[in-house]
């Protein structure tokens, strides 16, 4: 799928963009048996906390997987897939590098939402806009279900955050929430929003569990070698386009690079 020239204007004015269907209905499958299989084998772990930050809830839950590409050869995959290189380099490109990346999952009733934030609070990039979520809906993202949203055109100032006492390690900040958009989307969709772009979850008041599985990119003009040694506290950040790119070899000790469509199927073949 390549984005339109709209889309892409859309994206750099107000700092974020929906694509519905941007997984066929395979690999939106194949994403959520991979997904089950993860939260089946206690992989997530609950993030919520008692409004003291440190005190783990009985009762409410923000399961977070983070990062998740040691888990799954099919999410350490998706980021190599070439309509997600195209997507991504039309909206921060050309030279591409793939940051971090995490499942959010939130069950039926219990599942409580992530605060107002910035990305770029975390990851203080010089131009928010060289740097991108992109927020797959792993399930119909609705409001009852507390799908994201989000603050449109105001990426550009960084906003003031705080420890967030619900969670044991996530910050939040506080703005007026009258501006802003909330977005329903069908599993497989997608929703780009960059590292300026204010935004939240809300608690899932549904029977049924909600996930979203988050990549963040960045262009590669936005880091220093440090970012790519001394910074990675373990977690690969592999090269997706340009000259140091190699199909995910340097990273990860095997090519990554067309992996994806074999891993979709094996994904969904698996009993
Ligand atoms: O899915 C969520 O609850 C939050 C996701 C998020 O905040 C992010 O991807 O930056």
Sequence with gaps: MKLSPHQIESFQKSGYLAVPEFFDSQETA?????????QRNSFLRNVATEG???TS?????????????????????????????????????????????????KPGKTGMGTAWHQDN????????????????????ATIPN??????????DSLLPHERDGNSDHHIRCFLDESKAETIEIK????????????????????????????YHFLCHDQTSEAFYTT??????????TGPHATGGFEEYGSRISDTWAAEVENAISEP
């Excluded at 609070?121 to 119909?140: C, E, N, S, V």
């Excluded at 507390?146 to 990426?155: E, F, I, K, Q, R």
């Design 30 to 38: 194949a994403l959520q048996a991979d997904i089950a299989r993860l």
């Design 52 to 54: 003291d930050g440190e």
């Design 57 to 105: 809830s009985d009762t409410k839950q923000n399961l977070q997987l983070c990062p998740a590409n040691f888990y799954s050869t099919l999410i350490r995959a998706l980021p190599f897939a070439p309509n997600v290189i195209d997507a991504v380099t039309s909206l921060i490109g050309p030279e591409i590098t793939l940051h971090l990346d995490q499942i959010f999952l």
């Design 121 to 140: 609070a975390y990851f203080k990039i010089p131009q928010p806009l060289r740097g991108t979520a992109m927020w797959i809906a792993i399930h119909d």
């Design 146 to 155: 507390g799908t994201m949203s989000v603050v449109p055109n105001a990426y």
């Design 187 to 214: 599993a497989g969709g997608v929703l780009f929003f960059c590292y300026g772009t204010p935004h939240c979850t809300g608690d899932n008041t549904t029977d049924t569990e909600r996930a979203g599985l988050a």
């Design 231 to 240: 910074e990675r506290i373990g977690n690969p950040r592999p090269r997706l």
